[in-house]
Structures are given as structure tokens and as C-alpha cells.
């Protein structure tokens, strides 16, 4: 079955609104939690991530929340931009020893100027 | 410093032939990935070495693909009989000991006919 979940395939906002995507996992051993952004035509890059032994992780306008007891994770973007229209992937794994990650299926947002 | 770089970029084949991809990691970068990622889908986990040791490759359909990276830098992946299933973006990825940023290459998109 699919490792790591991401429950909405599409999202439209508002410039300057808020939104919130979602990633639910399988594997009570994944420790490591991450989002990667990847624009048409090209490949994903990491956006931000963060390892189990915290709840959030804040980077500007993204911030990651970890729920390990719901094994679920969500990333938060505030003051949505243009330029945040892209695919949003949700990956995790081990982030030691093994260090295998598996990836979501992506949500396509569009942020509307 | 150099990223990931993948060959070709792009392969159209016929229904039952051959194809190999050529990886070259990050240098330095012990630990390489490669992903399938079919078309409106996330990456998935085909194989991944640490050096030159498989780590994981029981994603990888055996009959017909196969991965090898002998000197535990570069790699090739090869579809023996293609089908039109295997039909995706195959993308290479490479991480650092303990680093656990996936840097991708820009992938090689296969169309099998």
C-alpha cells in the first residue's frame, strides 16, 4: 500500500490568504518529515522538513506540524504569493540508518493573483 | 558544485525495447535514488544504494528492470522489455551521510509506445 498519503490532489487560494496541506503515513518508524515544491518541468526541491523529536518547524511563511500520534503532517503557507503555484509533495522515512523516503502523489496549488 | 545529472532527457521506445538512464550524483554523495514518477503521480521508490551496495530494491520490478551502481558513484538504471506501464519520468537522486535532503537530477521522461 501507499507509505505516505496526500489527501487533496488540487487547491486554488487567494493571493494573501492562508492554506493548509495535508500528509498522513503509514510507518510508525518514519522520523523524518519534509515537503518539497516542484515547479512544471522541473524537479522537486526540498521546502522545508523536519525530524520527529519536534512538533513544528517555522521557515518564513512555511511552517511544518507534526502530529506522530495521528501520524500526520501538514504544512502551513501564510500570505500566499503568485509564485507559490506549484505541485507540493509530502515525503517521509527514516531519517537514520535506512534513510529510505517515500512521497505522496502531490498537490497542484494555484495561488490566484 | 555540480548537481544531479541525468541522461538522456528524454526516450521514446517501442513496446519491448531497451532502455538504460545514466546518473551522476552530487560528488561526494554516498547515497543515490532512483524514482519513477508516472505522469499526475509523486516519486516513487524504485532503489537506492549507500555506496555501491543495493540498500532497497524491492520496488524494483526484477523481471525487466535492474540498477547498478559498481563503483559507488555513477549509476544506470535499465528496462529490459519495455512497457507501455512503465510510461514516467525516472529521476535520480543522491543525499550525503547523515544529510537528508534529496537533491533530484532533472529526470529522464520515457514514453514507451
Known amino acids: 500500500g501507499q507509505q505516505v498519503k496526500q489527501s487533496s490532489p488540487s487547491l486554488t487560494v487567494q493571493e494573501g490568504g492562508i492554506l493548509i496541506l495535508n500528509c498522513d503515513y503509514e510507518n510508525d518508524m518514519f522520523d523524518y518529515f519534509a515537503w518539497y515544491k516542484k515547479y512544471p518541468d522541473n524537479s522537486p526541491t526540498l521546502l522545508i522538513s523536519v525530524r520527529s523529536n519536534v512538533d513544528k518547524r517555522e521557515d518564513g511563511r512555511f511552517t511544518v506540524f507534526l502530529n506522530k500520534s495521528g501520524k500526520h503532517f501538514s504544512l502551513h503557507i501564510t500570505a500566499s504569493q503568485p509564485e507559490d503555484t506549484a505541485v507540493y509533495l509530502c515525503?517521509?522515512?527514516?531519517?537514520?540508518?535506512?534513510?529510505?523516503?517515500?512521497f505522496g502523489k502531490g498537490t497542484s496549488l494555484t495561488v490566484i493573483p | 558544485e555540480a548537481g544531479v545529472t541525468q541522461s538522456p532527457r528524454y526516450a521514446v521506445l517501442q513496446e519491448g525495447q531497451a532502455v538504460s538512464f545514466w546518473c551522476d550524483p552530487i560528488?561526494?554523495?554516498?547515497?543515490l535514488y532512483w524514482y519513477q514518477q508516472p505522469r499526475d503521480q509523486g516519486p516513487q521508490l524504485l532503489v537506492y544504494f549507500r555506496d555501491e551496495a543495493v540498500i532497497d530494491n524491492s520496488q524494483l520490478p526484477s523481471d525487466r528492470f535492474s540498477a547498478v551502481r559498481p563503483k559507488g558513484t555513477n549509476s544506470t538504471l535499465k528496462i529490459q522489455s519495455a512497457k507501455q506501464g512503465d510510461t514516467a519520468t525516472y529521476l535520480c537522486?543522491?543525499?550525503?551521510?547523515?544529510?537528508?535532503?534529496?537533491?533530484f537530477g532533472a529526470g529522464t521522461r520515457l514514453s514507451v509506445l
Open positions: 515525503a517521509a522515512g527514516e531519517g537514520t540508518g535506512y534513510q529510505n523516503f517515500y
Open positions: 537522486a543522491s543525499s550525503s551521510t547523515g544529510g537528508l535532503t534529496l537533491y
Open positions: 560528488s561526494g554523495h554516498d547515497t
